[in-house]
DNA sequence: AAATCACATTTATCTGATTTAAATTGCTTG
DNA sequence: CAAGCAATTTAAATCAGATAAATGTGATTT
């Protein structure tokens, strides 16, 4: 049962192996998308039972989510397979913190964010003509924390996560929110890297613009002002590696 | 159990029902989707396995699935609970086809198309930068099923259906080919409705130009033309029912 | 060569007991 | 009376072992 593959981190996190069935989703599924099952045939029901040291039930109930999320698929005689990636539901929050957990890959980076800049100038686009008072306050909120970052006194990273999410929301359609979690691993992910490539603050006064649109209700303003500020992330892992250059 | 929510189409489809857990899981799913739980209390996993005449095992993989999907949460001794629709995963194939199966909703199908406009343009975008010439091929054949649907040689639907998937994967980036189901669950919607509201044909010619576009490698030509093509649905929808009206 | 049948393998399902987690209740104590 | 603590209780979580159903493989028959 060699379990130690590589860092010291055991403990998945908060309440990720709170029992037994989620314990075991979160190694597989981790297994999966990292690629350990890549070419060999997956275990059976009962071989996987004993490979983590659990009953059968606890096995099937992890596989059967996992089936949910578009890893697995199972069938009496065939057995359990993993699914192509293009099976993978990518916007289920476990596979996304799955996908990051594998060697960092630019080209996962750049894909988050060509997603992102469809996304996010249209929700704010819509935000500029549907949000309410409470969103906006949202927004403002969010800008208020990024301000307060800069001084020292709040966090960089969430205060921007926090206004970016705010303008999903004041798009007042609930697909726009579900990318809630794409955004903010793209944005925990981008912000790194950019901070990496050089010393790039967070430009609070092109988020201030967005705001500004959003509560002017110019939506033409405001997807211009969202669609700049992603353009700026993209523009720099272009630079970084340009169109099809092999890894 | 009053299952008779309209017209005859009862079997659920190909393989859904193809054992109890996806029988269960499918019957559920649509239950809580629908709101048969609303302000009721969840059953325990006891009296779901009572109620549907199946094993606590079976009922419990189910319940697994659902909880995967983001619409359920179970504890001991809290007992098993319908989940916000903010934590549904609204881009699961089955949570999307269990939304259209409640009353038709003309606000779900303009969110539908306000995702469409943000997804699609960009995705054509991409594809006049990076897609093979495998990817314009396809691009190509939906194309001329389209032609060919014109001249009753084909399903509209269907060829149109073919032609925006083509596009999608085309983009080269898995996030935008993840859009599949939700676009061809829209189209479906939104053509049904469009015909209803005026005897539209869809129009090949403006499909054309998105093609046009990306087989000559202008991503601005290729955004403009995809984007034209959606908001004309749009405007069709606000001319139905503008801004805010309610109910 | 095609159709049929028997067999082996793996998931699917059932049953019933045991264990664990967490609200609730009620008791105790300051 | 309020605060803290322990017993109770309820529902999910886990286990074990057996049986059923599905399906690919290969032998057998026609």
Do not use: C
């Amino acid at each position: 049962m060699a379990n130690m593959s590589g860092l010291g981190i055991e403990d998945a996190g908060p309440q990720l192996g709170r029992n037994l069935t989620y314990g075991m989703l979160d190694a597989i599924g981790r297994a999966i998308v990292v690629g350990d099952y890549d070419g060999a045939t997956f275990p059976t029901e009962a071989e996987l039972a004993k490979q983590h040291g659990v009953s059968r039930s606890v096995t099937r109930e992890a596989v059967k989510m996992l089936t949910a999320k578009g890893l697995l698929s199972a069938r009496p005689r065939q057995g359990t397979t993993v699914q192509p990636t293009t099976s993978w539901n990518l916007f289920d929050t476990d596979v996304l913190r799955w996908l990051l957990e594998r060697q960092f890959s630019i080209d996962l980076l750049r894909q988050f964010n060509e997603l992102r800049v469809a996304i996010e100038p249209e929700a704010a686009a819509l935000a500029a003509r549907v949000a309410t008072a409470d969103d906006i306050e949202r927004v403002n909120a969010g800008l208020k924390r990024m301000e307060r970052a800069e001084r020292g006194e709040d966090d960089t990273l969430e205060s921007d996560i926090a206004f970016h999410i705010a303008v999903l929301r004041a798009s007042r359609n609930p697909f726009y929110a579900q990318f809630r979690d794409v955004v903010s691993t793209a944005l925990r992910t981008s912000i790194r890297f950019t901070n990496r490539v050089k010393g790039r603050t967070a430009n609070v006064a092109d988020h201030a613009a967005v705001r500004d649109a959003i509560a002017g209700g110019n939506p033409d303003k405001a997807r211009k002002a969202m669609r700049s500020l992603i353009s700026d992330v993209l523009d720099l892992i272009d630079t970084a590696k340009p169109d099809g250059a092999a890894g």
